[in-house]
């Protein structure tokens, strides 16, 4: 799950990347509206926070061409105590829910948890396929009733396998949704998480899981 994070104020920006980082999200952040805009655009997060206090261009114009271009990432607005005003045209807008700061990491992992979970086809936050399960509640997985440890780029890595079951995908796309925009990773880098998540999710039991597409990339399935 790759969050992007719009945030002018430096300090909190990266308070809440490492906060993410620690609740397995792959974090982008950016101080500007425009350049906010065009990451959104371009790099397809998962889910944007956007302040909407912003030099340039502001959150509620960044929101707004968003779901202009029918760019429909969940966006989690942040603003400064009180701004009643902002939260409506916040909402007016196109975002899907907002926050007023100061903020408490607990509150804002539920908010996320909550627009992460929304668009899925499935109420159910807990991911299932065959005798795999995965928590994101409690950041836990087990295959066959048997507790497994994972780090927490392998976490991240099956969570988005799982969330996208059947579905053919590429190292690239894997790279983009599960690293950092910053982070320069090859798609070796890939090969080598998906070996340590086969080696401890398929591995050892009958019914491989993860399936290598031949010139194309990775697919979860039951087959
Ligand atoms: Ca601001």
């Not at 960044?62 to 607005?77: D, F, G, H, W």
């Not at 942040?78 to 899907?96: C, E, F, M, N, W």
């Not at 999710?201 to 031949?214: E, Q």
């Given at each position: 799950m790759r969050i992007l994070v719009i945030e002018d104020e430096v300090k909190l920006a990266q308070a809440i990347k490492r906060a993410l980082e620690l609740q397995k999200y792959a974090v982008d952040i950016v101080h500007d509206g425009a350049e906010g805009l065009d990451l959104a655009v371009g790099e397809k997060p998962d889910l944007i926070l956007l302040d909407i206090m912003l030099p340039g261009m502001d959150g509620i114009a960044v929101c707004r061409e968003l779901r202009a271009q029918n760019v429909l990432t969940p966006i989690l607005m942040l603003t400064a105590r009180g701004q009643i005003t902002d939260k409506v045209t916040g909402l007016d807008v196109g975002a899907d829910d907002y926050m007023v700061k100061p903020f408490s990491f607990e509150e804002l992992f539920a908010r996320i948890r909550a627009l992460i979970r929304r668009p899925a086809t499935s109420t159910d936050p807990v991911l299932k396929i065959s005798d795999l399960v995965l928590d994101p509640k409690s950041l836990s997985v087990q295959r066959a009733n048997k507790e497994i440890q994972l780090s927490a780029k392998e976490f991240a890595l099956l969570h988005y396998l799982m969330r996208n079951q059947n579905t053919v995908l590429t190292k690239e796309h894997l790279v983009q949704h599960v690293w950092d925009y910053d982070a320069d990773i090859l798609p070796s880098t890939v090969e080598v998480h998906i070996k340590h998540l086969r080696d401890k999710?398929?591995?050892?039991?009958?019914?491989?899981?993860i399936h290598t597409v031949r010139g194309f990339g990775y697919k979860m399935t039951v087959k």
């Amino acid at each position: 799950m790759r969050i992007l994070v719009i945030e002018d104020e430096v300090k909190l920006a990266q308070a809440i990347k490492r906060a993410l980082e620690l609740q397995k999200y792959a974090v982008d952040i950016v101080h500007d509206g425009a350049e906010g805009l065009d990451l959104a655009v371009g790099e397809k997060p998962d889910l944007i926070l956007l302040d909407i206090m912003l030099p340039g261009m502001d959150g509620i114009a960044v929101c707004r061409e968003l779901r202009a271009q029918n760019v429909l990432t969940p966006i989690l607005m942040l603003t400064a105590r009180g701004q009643i005003t902002d939260k409506v045209t916040g909402l007016d807008v196109g975002a899907d829910d907002y926050m007023v700061k100061p903020f408490s990491f607990e509150e804002l992992f539920a908010r996320i948890r909550a627009l992460i979970r929304r668009p899925a086809t499935s109420t159910d936050p807990v991911l299932k396929i065959s005798d795999l399960v995965l928590d994101p509640k409690s950041l836990s997985v087990q295959r066959a009733n048997k507790e497994i440890q994972l780090s927490a780029k392998e976490f991240a890595l099956l969570h988005y396998l799982m969330r996208n079951q059947n579905t053919v995908l590429t190292k690239e796309h894997l790279v983009q949704h599960v690293w950092d925009y910053d982070a320069d990773i090859l798609p070796s880098t890939v090969e080598v998480h998906i070996k340590h998540l086969r080696d401890k999710i398929d591995t050892p039991y009958a019914t491989p899981l993860i399936h290598t597409v031949r010139g194309f990339g990775y697919k979860m399935t039951v087959k």
